[in-house]
């Protein structure tokens, strides 16, 4: 999944940051957007009422400094992609990857 974000990075189809997100909400471009899980709860309150405003699809997943190293930045926790193609393989792939965590293991 990481790994996507950094492609989504070098192809200039991500945005990260709180003002920088909601500006291309508005514009309606972010096509999915991703809460860091460590971002401050009042923040995920906040950018989840912007998505749910902007009808963006999201999900909360992963540590903000993981996702900023893979993604060419420092101290993002916000992240909105802007291309169909890499929103629908990250959401897919964070969607995996938390089936996963919340399987039990016998």
Known sequence: MLS???FAAKARKIVNGY???IFTMEKRR???LIIAEDLAENSKK???QAANKFNVEYRIFGDSDEMSHMTGT???GIFGITDENFANVIS???DY???LDDREVF
């Open 4 to 6: 996507y974000m950094g």
């Open 46 to 48: 906040k950018m989840i």
């Open 97 to 99: 990857i938390q089936s």
């Open 30 to 32: 972010v096509k999915l």
């Open 74 to 76: 420092e101290g993002k």
């Open 19 to 21: 003002n920088t997100c």
């Open 92 to 94: 897919k792939e964070i």
